[in-house]
């Protein structure tokens, strides 16, 4: 018999598992001077993009960050005060990640809590916005 494949199977059971754990454990309300500082930042600009996400330019990516959507609705004039907004919003939002990962004493929880933030980003969106579904394609709320 191949002892590889038990092994294959062990180890992915084990792997899922710390997934699962993760997800189930991490506590995605802590709070640090980090964190509080990136949530202000983030919230700061939030005013900022709503016109963006309203007018169907921004969408929540499946990873939990923002992409430009759709250029064509945002005049020439402004396409690079929004990518300036979005870029400076995906940093806040890595860091974020990051911090809460951090704060649990887990980093390699970030993959997760990025996965687990993206689908709260999704369902905290309002009628009309956008995201990203799971196989990649942009679907309005």
């Known amino acids: 018999m191949n002892r590889a494949i038990p092994y294959l199977l062990l180890l992915a059971l084990f792997l899922l598992s710390q997934v699962v754990y993760a997800d189930a454990n991490a506590n995605l309300e802590v709070n ?3 964190i509080a500082s990136v949530k202000q930042s983030m919230q700061d600009r939030h005013a900022q993009l709503v016109t963006y996400y309203e007018g169907g330019a921004v969408g929540f990516t499946k990873d939990g ?17 929004v990518n300036a907004l979005i870029s400076a919003e995906n940093q806040d939002r890595n860091v974020l990640y990051r911090e809460i990962a951090r704060a649990n004493n887990h980093p390699e929880w970030e993959n997760n809590i990025r996965t687990t933030f993206g689908q709260r980003w999704i369902k905290l969106a309002k009628a009309g916005w956008w995201y990203q579904a799971a196989n990649g394609s942009w679907a309005k709320k």
């Open 32 to 34: 640090t001077p980090a």
């Open 65 to 81: 960050l923002l992409a430009l959507r759709d250029a064509s609705v945002v005049p020439l004039a402004q396409r690079q005060a």
